[in-house]
């Protein structure tokens, strides 16, 4: 059974930081591209930041901003996020799907979505003061 389990979210100071984890199991992790969305209410989920299956290539949306880190250890995918700004509020799912090239879109492009394969059921990230 495939399966993605998020976890490490909570809620945080602006300013603050928070480290995701997201474990996989049930499916190869190597023959897909792995990465995070987010999904604020009353806005459509966007591509946060992934790692390519094709090339290893790691990928940040610009509202990241030098911010995030991703990074993967065996199957699991973490990803370190600073300085953390209300603007970040929103439910963050881990994702797997097929690579950039196959796509013609990197996860951070909004045509990518679609083309996911599995997701998690997301944890949910709150910055306030």
């Known amino acids: 059974q495939v399966h993605l389990g998020e976890s490490g979210g909570g809620l945080v100071q602006p300013g603050g930081s928070l480290r995701l984890s997201c474990a996989t199991s049930?499916?190869?992790?190597?023959?897909?591209?792995i990465g995070w969305f987010r999904q604020a209410p009353g806005k459509e989920r966007e591509g946060v930041s992934c790692?390519?299956?094709?090339?290893?290539a790691i990928y940040y949306a610009d509202f990241v901003k030098g911010r995030f880190t991703i990074s993967r250890d065996k199957n699991t995918i973490h990803l370190e996020m600073k300085v953390l700004s209300p603007d970040d509020t929103a439910t963050y799912y881990c994702?797997?799907?097929?690579?950039?090239?196959?796509?013609?879109?990197?996860?951070?492009?909004?045509?990518?979505?679609?083309?996911?394969?599995?997701w998690g059921t997301g944890t949910r990230i709150t910055v306030s003061s």
């Open positions: 994702a797997a799907g097929p690579s950039a090239v196959t796509v013609g879109a990197t996860c951070v492009n909004p045509r990518y979505i679609r083309h996911v394969n599995y």
């Open positions: 049930g499916f190869n992790l190597d023959e897909y591209a």
């Open positions: 790692i390519s299956a094709a090339d290893y």
